[in-house]
């Protein structure tokens, strides 16, 4: 479950596939008229049952795409994008296990908020993913990317909450006030495991 900005405004993906910066897209309602604004960093994203007009169906992101909370629980469609792109989030982040995520830009989790929950739902991360916000995130499940992605931790607190996670790289780097919390987390790594920079660390 998302907690939701009581100031943010919502938006629905609606009318199969296309790409995030499409208005057509964009609805007030879910299973609304398109039309809406593209979202913005006070918008909370839902991706549902209502967005897909047939299975197997792609919402591409271009660029640079930013919302608020990011909820994803459309069955049998796809995530896609380059690996030059980005999706900011300045909220929570939930998939579901019916995603077939095809990212391979970067996830930015910039949050100012507390206990921003990130839900992976099981789907592996082919882009890195960088937590550079002065909030604080919790994992509720496991974490992982492909060999050649890493996690960052530049700003803000991560709590791994026990969960298994396993990725390319995890670095802490940036002058940002930051601390991880791994307490009874597994953790693989494929290649560098760089902590010099984490101001408090948690086992």
């Known amino acids: 479950?998302?907690?939701l900005?009581?100031?943010?405004?919502?938006?629905?993906?609606?009318?199969?596939a296309g790409a995030w910066g499409n208005t057509a897209h964009?609805?007030?309602?879910?299973?609304?008229?398109?039309?809406a604004s593209v979202p913005t960093s006070e918008d909370n994203v839902f991706i549902d049952n209502h967005s897909f007009?047939?299975?197997?169906?792609?919402?591409k992101i271009q660029g640079e795409a930013i919302c608020a909370n990011f909820k994803w629980t459309a069955m049998n469609a796809i995530l896609d994008g380059a690996i030059e792109t980005n999706l900011?989030?300045?909220?929570?982040?939930?998939?579901?296990?019916?995603?077939?995520?095809n990212f391979k830009g970067k996830i930015n989790f910039r949050s100012s908020l507390q206990e921003n929950k990130i839900?992976?739902?099981?789907?592996?991360?082919?882009?890195?993913?960088?937590?550079?916000?002065?909030?604080?995130?919790?994992?509720?499940?496991?974490?992982?990317?492909?060999?050649?992605?890493?996690?960052?931790?530049?700003?803000?607190?991560?709590?791994?909450?026990?969960?298994t996670i396993s990725c390319g790289?995890?670095?802490?780097?940036?002058?940002?006030?930051?601390?991880?919390?791994i307490s009874n987390s597994v953790i693989t790594i494929e290649n560098d495991?760089?902590?010099?920079?984490?101001?408090?660390?948690?086992?």
């Open 169 to 181: 790289s995890f670095i802490s780097n940036g002058e940002g006030t930051k601390s991880l919390n």
């Open 53 to 59: 007009s047939a299975p197997a169906q792609s919402l």
């Open 119 to 163: 839900t992976t739902a099981g789907k592996l991360f082919k882009g890195d993913l960088v937590f550079d916000g002065a909030g604080s995130w919790i994992l509720t499940d496991g974490l992982r990317t492909v060999k050649t992605a890493s996690v960052y931790l530049v700003k803000g607190s991560l709590n791994t909450n026990g969960k």
């Open 26 to 35: 964009w609805s007030i309602n879910s299973g609304g008229k398109g039309g």
């Open 88 to 101: 900011s989030v300045f909220g929570s982040f939930s998939f579901s296990a019916q995603v077939t995520n």
């Open 193 to 203: 495991w760089n902590l010099s920079k984490a101001t408090t660390l948690e086992f």
């Open 1 to 3: 479950m998302i907690s």
């Open 5 to 16: 900005n009581s100031e943010a405004a919502n938006r629905y993906w609606v009318g199969g």
